[in-house]
């Protein structure tokens, strides 16, 4: 078990199980991508053997390391002391997943207002369900570029902003048309009273980070909600909080990796920013970058080119990404024969038209994963008549040459800027991810 990160900011309510407990705590430190990266390598730092390196600078030569890059993390447990064997002999187990959430981000030149109220203009990122964004206390988080070549993290505490809903009696189309929102004109948050000031919110940025205005070259800052995650349900059942697709996956790769040792490996860990985008970005699951980390790591142990696409050929990726539970409130949206229940544990994600990456070779894997950790596995195929959404698996597949399995937890709500899933199946994923990466003789 991974320990968890010292974040004093809020009381912590009680879980069912610590697994849960040190999610919650994961997710409500990681408002952004680039927090998620910080306080994941936080993480694996603070298990005390894993070092971090600069992604520009060789060699990779730790047994127990990470890079960072903006919102994306690699980090590896893989001996160095061993003498290089043969492709055939040695494999990789990886675990990706991604580190970002739809949410509304801050233009570049956001200061606006209307009818004496002052407002931040915003762009959605991703597929956010922007209903869910009303009404709601929010804050902002993000980073921030500086004059003198750095790069400053900030995440606001306190409530800051709000996307006001239009009232029921100005709107009377609502209950016949249910609610239209235009993602230009209605979600542009308030923030102050007055005509709004070119220039305020690059004034209030630097407040944060604590340096002149003049200095503020860039930044990347997004919205979120100030609630922590809680426990919920009337014997604490369920996990409510933001973020959970896909810092849940995030946060059992991590604690996976953390209970294994360098004999166990080479494991890798993968979080991937801009999933909720496409994922063609440097750092994303369509860039070359896990390939070439993975080649450097191979180079500083040794193995050459060859024997590096043998490697390749040989290891499995898991693809962690949140999976649908059957909506109690619309069980018709979900294929009958493959309804799937929170608190069952892990989810393997099928898919004939490749939206998903399975296969019955890595199906059969996961589920050897899951036998050996003792924890139940369910099978979810998407109905014939809706489109199927999908995941960086299929692209990381394709990128990488490598098998590879979509897997994923239980939850409802996704995309909701408050998501939940069941309790019991945090400390499910931890153990069949655990088992994963120490898969026994045969599987
Ligand atoms: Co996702």
Known sequence: MISEPNNPGF??????????????????ASPTPWHAAEMAGRLLTSEASYVPHEPGASPLDSERGFVVRGGSLIAWNWATDAAPRSGDALRMRLIAAHSDSPNLR??????????????????????????????????????????????????????????????????REISADGLKLNKQTHLNPVWGLGAPAPGEFRDWLAAQVGCPASDVLDWDVACADTRPSTSFGKTQEFLAAPRLDNLCSAYGALAALGSTTPADGPNIVVLHDHEE??????????????????????????????GFLELLANSTLLSADMAHATHPNYPDRHEPSHHIDLGAGPVIKHNVNARYATDSEGAAKFRRACAAAG???????????????????????????????DVGMAQLSMHSAREMMANADVPAMVAAFSAWFRPRVGS
């Open 11 to 28: 009381n912590t309510p009680e879980f069912p199980n610590p697994e849960a407990a040190a999610l919650a705590r994961f997710i409500d």
């Open 106 to 171: 801050i233009r570049p030149r956001p200061d606006s207002g209307s009818v004496g109220v002052k407002q931040l203009g915003v762009e959605i990122y991703g597929g956010a369900l922007v209903n869910s964004w009303l009404d709601l206390d929010l804050t902002l988080a993000g980073r921030v570029q500086l004059t003198d070549g750095s790069t400053a993290m900030f995440s606001h505490h306190g409530a800051l902003l709000r996307v006001p809903q239009l009232a029921i009696h100005l709107d």
């Open 277 to 306: 985008v496409g994922s063609t970005t440097a750092t994303g699951a369509a860039s070359a970058w896990l390939t070439q980390i993975l080649e450097r790591l191979a180079l500083a142990r040794g193995i050459d080119r060859t």
């Open 375 to 405: 924890v139940g596995v369910q099978d979810y195929s998407h109905r014939g008549d809706l489109a199927c959404g999908s995941t960086i698996g299929p692209v990381a597949a394709a990128e990488l040459g490598m098998e590879t399995v």
